[in-house]
Nanobody
Framework: QVHLVESGGGLVQAGDSLSLSCAAS????????MGWFRQAPGKEREFVGA????????YYADSVKGRFTISRDNAKNTVYLQMNMLKPEDTAVYYC??????????????????????WGQGTQVTVSA
């Protein structure tokens, strides 16, 4: 069992930065690939990025590549999403997610919601023009 709680969302202006945190409880965090997703009103939940269990491998959606950075601190059971140069189109509820299954491939395989087994409640990020 893994319980995830996101925090750090808020209202910012275009071009600003924001850092999100996802605190995890449970014994499996250190062995889990973690993902970040986002969902805007009326749209499907979409992939943002993923990070391997050790933090050594990371993969990002093209829409955020070069602007967002995923990191994790397994000693603190926390995964982070650093967001720079935010755009109005980044406005969404942001979710962290964890895999419970053993990895079967490379980090860029895990871009769909069905690849993840545990989800946080989400945190709102709003970017004004």
């Amino acid at each position: 069992q893994v319980h995830l709680v996101e925090s750090g969302g808020g209202l910012v202006q275009a071009g600003d930065s924001l850092s999100l945190s996802c605190a995890a409880s449970g014994r499996t965090f250190g062995s889990s690939t973690m993902g970040w997703f986002r969902q805007a009103p009326g749209k499907e939940r979409e992939f943002v990025g993923a990070i391997s269990s050790s933090g050594g491998n990371r993969y990002y959606a093209d829409s955020v590549k070069g602007r967002f950075t995923i990191s994790r601190d397994n000693a603190k059971n926390t995964v982070y999403l650093q967001m720079n140069m935010l755009k109005p189109e980044d406005t969404a509820v942001y979710y962290c997610a964890a895999r419970s299954r053993s990895d079967y491939g490379r980090i860029y395989y895990y871009t769909e919601t069905y690849e993840y087994d545990y989800w946080g409640q989400g945190t709102q990020v709003t970017v004004s023009a």
